[in-house]
């Protein structure tokens, strides 16, 4: 049977290290990237921004406490085809401003508004794609605003039956103040855990996770997220029913929140979409392959766009 121990902090053995990426990682950094806010129901919502404006847009939405780094493996390629791609930090996570209280619809709006802002919506109807909770904020605006969508794509987002949901919320995370930069990246670690053979983009997204206070350095999410957020039972059938905009769905083909009965399940509510499965990559695809990642991702934008 496999081993349910914890798995050890992939960063720990560093000592703070900065870790060597690939040249065409390092090239894509490179890229020209902006960066702005835009103020939406009194928070401030951070984005950057990748390509040029008035190109197709799409807008990427993170995970949950993760922030808009998280697609900088993915971002400047997608844009590099002709597009403008726009990454936010949702309410509550990354640069963005905290909230007394989070909500769906409240993600899906900020994203929404940050993708304006930031010039996804100048040549039209923009494609929304989201990891893992950014694909649930992407679900909800597909359905609440998916007629100024053209498209929705999800990432490795289980969407189960009913009585099969998630009620209430996930143990408090953050808040706690480490000394110095290899303490904190000592603890940084991927939720679900998994491994992931690309630890310099680890590295990378893990120091983008990091803010310095007084003290020392500490993470940017806010620590009472989950406490704070709405939970919301979906009914899946009735979502399918009201998307207002086509909708993918893709996983990764090791993930533990996708397996076949949790596929199986959506593929049959979900009968319009195209369902695609990233080889040799788990829940965390994004950092797992970036560039099969990119490329099923660049097949469906082209499909959409023709």
Request: hydrophobic letters at 45%.
């Amino acid at each position: 049977m496999p081993s349910t121990a914890p798995l050890p902090p992939p960063l720990v053995a560093f000592n703070g290290e900065p870790l060597e990426a690939p040249a065409w990682f390092t090239e894509a950094q490179a890229d020209p990237v902006d960066a702005g806010a835009v103020l939406h129901d009194g928070a401030r919502i951070a984005w950057k921004a990748w390509g040029d404006r008035g190109a197709p847009g799409v807008i990427l939405v993170h995970g949950g406490t993760a922030h808009k780094g998280w697609w900088d493996a993915i971002g400047p390629l997608l844009a590099r085809e002709g597009r403008r791609v726009v990454a936010p930090d949702l309410p509550g996570m990354g640069e963005s401003d905290w909230r007394e209280a989070y909500s769906m619809d409240d993600h899906a709006a900020c994203a929404q508004a940050a993708g304006a802002d930031g010039g996804a919506f100048v040549s039209g109807a923009p494609v929304m794609i989201g990891h893992s909770f950014g694909g649930f904020a992407t679900l909800k605006a597909a359905i609440t605003f998916g007629g100024a969508l053209k498209a929705a794509i999800i990432l490795d987002s289980p969407i189960r039956k009913p009585e099969e949901q998630r009620e209430g919320a996930p143990p408090r995370r953050g808040g706690k103040v480490y000394p110095d930069l290899a303490a904190a990246l000592a603890r940084f670690r991927l939720l679900p855990e998994q491994t992931c053979d690309n630890v310099w983009l680890v590295d990378h997204i893990a120091r983008g996770s990091l803010k310095q206070v007084e003290g020392g350095w500490t993470w940017w999410f806010d620590p009472g997220i989950w406490a704070k957020l709405t939970y919301e039972r979906r009914d899946p059938e009735a979502a399918a029913a009201a998307l207002k905009c086509p909708m993918a769905v893709i996983r990764g083909a090791q993930s533990r929140l996708m397996g076949p009965e949790t596929w199986d399940y959506m593929k049959s509510v979900f009968t319009d979409s195209p369902f695609v499965t990233v080889p040799n990559t788990q829940h965390h695809l994004v950092l797992d392959d970036p560039l099969a990642t990119t490329a099923a991702l660049d097949a469906l934008l082209e499909g959409w766009a023709r």
